[in-house]
T-cell receptor
Framework: DAGVIQSPRHEVTEMGQEVTLRCKPI?????LFWYRQTMMRGLELLIY????????DSGMPEDRFSAKMPNASFSTLKIQPSEPRDSAVYFC?????????????FGPGTRLLVL | QKEVEQDPGPLSVPEGAIVSLNCTYS??????FMWYRQYSRKGPELLMY????GNKEDGRFTAQVDKSSKYISLFIRDSQPSDSATYLC???????????FGKGMKLTVNP
């Protein structure tokens, strides 16, 4: 059974360029989360969806960040324009949202470096 | 003050040692408490899950929650080199899916 799939695994780009990160959640999971991890700030929730609807985007740092979930099996996180301070590991996680001992299953992450 | 505080370490111990990892929190609304383990260049994975106060044991791992002190702990007995990882505490309020994480403690168990 495949886990959460993220692509690309690594991304190096120049400041000002658009970056698109992709996530395929575990089949049957109806909640999806985007996180950012840095040494300074740790693991921070950016946004999460339930049944493809954004529920809480209070962690999205600024308008340069946007996320979409067009269907239950795909989500994107876009940064436009990218800046060096966006360099981090971005994780996608999904959860079955059963309300009983919910567990978030994390993908392997996308390492983003903005030069 | 951050909602969840965790000493980032690093912590280095010899094989077989008992390890104690801790987090404090400020929001009394947190009801569910978790410990995640993250190996280098991997995503976090759930290790222990506890609801409200009390202890929970799973093999060599014991999680404790003291809601009166807003303090949670993870104990690892007979630590092994394979336990070398970053350990993150996480917690959430009842009725919310939103997890708030500590910054993580990097643990190295030396053979």
């Amino acid at each position: 059974d495949a886990g959460v799939i993220q692509s690309p695994r690594h991304e190096v780009t120049e400041m000002g360029q658009e970056v698109t990160l992709r996530c395929k959640p575990i089949s049957g999971h109806n909640s999806l989360f985007w996180y950012r991890q840095t040494m300074m700030r740790g693991l921070e929730l950016l946004i999460y969806f339930n049944n493809n609807v954004p529920i809480d985007d209070s962690g999205m740092p600024e308008d340069r960040f946007s996320a979409k979930m067009p269907n239950a099996s795909f989500s994107t996180l876009k940064i436009q324009p990218s800046e060096p301070r966006d360099s981090a590991v971005y994780f996608c996680a999904s959860s079955p949202h059963t309300g009983i001992q919910e567990t978030q299953y994390f993908g392997p992450g996308t390492r983003l470096l903005v030069l | 003050q951050k909602e969840v505080e965790q000493d980032p370490g690093p912590l280095s111990v010899p094989e077989g040692a008992i390890v104690s990892l801790n987090c404090t929190y400020s929001n009394s609304a947190f009801q569910y408490f978790m410990w995640y383990r993250q190996y280098s260049r991997k995503g976090p994975e759930l290790l222990m899950y506890t609801y409200s106060s009390g202890n929970k044991e799973d093999g060599r791992f014991t999680a404790q929650v003291d809601k009166s002190s807003k303090y949670i702990s993870l104990f690892i007995r007979d630590s092994q080199p394979s336990d070398s990882a970053t350990y993150l505490c996480a917690m959430r309020k009842g009725g919310s899916e939103k997890l708030v994480f500590g910054k993580g403690m990097k643990l190295t168990v030396n053979p």
